[in-house]
Each structure stands twice: as structure tokens, then as C-alpha cells.
């Protein structure tokens, strides 16, 4: 399977505790983008990485969240402290930019975390 | 007012129906994007356009950059087509998606 794979696919954790969730996005993909989705509403940009540079962060994206692409290969997104409000599936997406063409983004199956 | 809107919000239509999924936009673009969304989460892109009009398959995606509008055409539906159709805009170097709050289609037998 050559797909953008996420890990786990559910996480349940209690309140204050911190989660990493992992993105294997598709091998020779450079750019790669992190997304959350609450219940009923389309999803919301929290950050991207062309290799292993975080180029763009969403102000959605508080102190208790930060991403790494260290190889510019796999990411890691972690949430420290976690929150009820943090609830939320997250998915991760990877798109090929080369010059002068736009690159489908294409997306993983997603991280469902729920906070108790 | 979201940067992307998305209408209607619910739609359940018969196997055979045609389906039209509006999209308005209100902010510069790079490319606008559709996609489909089943339950359990997976999202899949359906079309990337930046101009004029794709086709693949029953599905048929035009685009008027003049008046920030984007339509979606399902034709001969089938209840296999039942998903969460959303809209989406890239924007800037990165092309970060900006997200409508998606439809949620219904097709019966």
C-alpha cells in the first residue's frame, strides 16, 4: 500500500494527558499538511511542511501542539496537556509540488482522538 | 461569512437523479478542489481545477473564477454516490485547503 498511512486510528485518553499521533505520507511526496475535523464541520488547516521545514502554522494551533517532520520524510503531531475541546479527528494529507504544477493533496485515514 | 460556502447542506435524491452540489468562494484562489468524504473519515480527491470544466466518470466539475463559483454534477446517481461531498479552496504558497462545511448526499434505491 503506497497510501498516506496515520497511527493509531483511535486514541481515547483522559484529560491532561499528551498524545503523538505519526503520518507516513506517500514516499516521494515533499509537502506535507496536518488537518483537524470536528463532528459536522469540514476540516480545519493546523499546520504544513515542505520537507522538514514547518513552513506555516494555523493560529488554531496553540502552545500545546507542535509537529516535527525531522527527516522530511514521516510527522509526528503531538498535544500535550490534552483538552475535552481537543476532541477531533486528525488527518494528515501529502501532495508532490513540483515548479510550476499544483499537486493533489492526497489523505490519510485520519487519527479519531477522543479526550475524556 | 466562511471563506467557503457550500449549498445545499443536505441532500437526499432517487437512484437515477442528477445532482448538482453548489460552492462560493470569497477569497483569491490558487485552485479550488473537490472532494468526497465517507463514513469512518477517509477523504478522497475527486477533482483539482483552476479553470473551466473536468469530467470523470458520472462526475462533471465546472468553474467560474469571475464569480467565485464552483458546481459539482453527480449524473445518473447511485446510492453508492451517498458520501459527504466538500468543497475546498488552496490558497497561498503552501496550499493549505480551506474547507466548506461539506454536503451530506443521500441517494435512495
Known amino acids: 500500500d503506497t497510501g498516506v498511512s496515520q497511527d493509531p486510528r483511535h486514541k481515547i485518553t483522559k484529560r491532561g494527558q499528551n498524545v503523538t499521533f505519526r503520518c507516513d505520507p506517500i514516499?516521494?511526496?515533499?509537502?506535507l499538511y496536518w488537518y483537524r475535523q470536528t463532528l459536522g464541520q469540514g476540516p480545519e488547516f493546523l499546520t504544513y511542511f515542505q520537507n522538514e521545514a514547518q513552513l506555516e502554522k494555523s493560529r488554531l494551533l496553540s502552545d500545546r501542539f507542535s509537529a516535527e517532520r525531522p527527516k522530511g520524510s514521516f510527522s509526528t503531531l503531538e498535544i500535550q496537556r490534552t483538552e475535552q475541546g481537543d476532541s477531533a479527528m486528525y488527518l494528515c494529507?501529502?501532495?508532490?509540488?513540483?515548479?510550476?504544477?499544483?499537486?493533489?493533496?492526497?489523505f490519510g485515514p485520519g487519527t479519531r482522538l477522543t479526550v475524556l | 461569512k466562511n471563506e467557503v460556502e457550500q449549498s445545499p447542506q443536505n441532500l437526499t435524491a432517487q437512484e437515477g437523479e442528477f445532482i448538482t452540489i453548489n460552492c462560493s468562494y470569497s477569497?483569491?484562489?490558487?485552485?479550488l478542489h473537490w472532494l468526497q468524504q465517507h463514513p469512518g473519515g477517509g477523504i478522497v480527491s475527486l477533482f483539482m481545477l483552476s479553470s473551466g470544466k473536468k469530467k470523470h466518470g458520472r462526475l462533471i466539475a465546472t468553474i467560474n473564477i469571475q464569480e467565485k463559483h464552483s458546481s459539482l454534477h453527480i449524473t445518473a446517481s447511485h446510492p453508492r454516490d451517498s458520501a459527504v461531498y466538500i468543497c475546498a479552496v488552496s490558497q497561498g504558497g503552501s496550499e493549505k485547503l480551506v474547507f466548506g462545511k461539506g454536503m451530506k448526499l443521500t441517494v435512495n434505491p
Open positions: 477569497v483569491g484562489i490558487s485552485a
Open positions: 514516499s516521494e511526496h515533499n509537502r
Open positions: 494529507a501529502s501532495s508532490e509540488r513540483t515548479s510550476g504544477s499544483l499537486g493533489h493533496q492526497f
